[in-house]
């Protein structure tokens, strides 16, 4: 576990994690716009239509 830290910290975690900057932003970008959309429907759908709700959105977010 140290050496993930060490190289984490110290070393080149792009090439160790292989985890990219633009992934992180479209991730929070996708993120925010469910938040978002789920602000607006609070209270006026079930538990049911929101899992829908992301799934479609997550995917057409992603293939546009």
Do not use: H, P, R
Request: proline share 0%; net charge positive.
């Amino acid at each position: 576990i140290m050496l993930f830290w060490q190289k984490i910290f110290f070393g080149n975690w792009l090439v160790y994690t292989g985890i990219y900057t633009t992934f992180i932003i479209g991730a929070l970008k996708a993120a925010v716009t469910v938040i978002i959309s789920m602000g607006a429907l609070i209270g006026k759908i079930d538990i049911f239509q929101c899992l829908v709700l992301v799934i479609f959105e997550v995917t057409f977010y992603s293939l546009n």
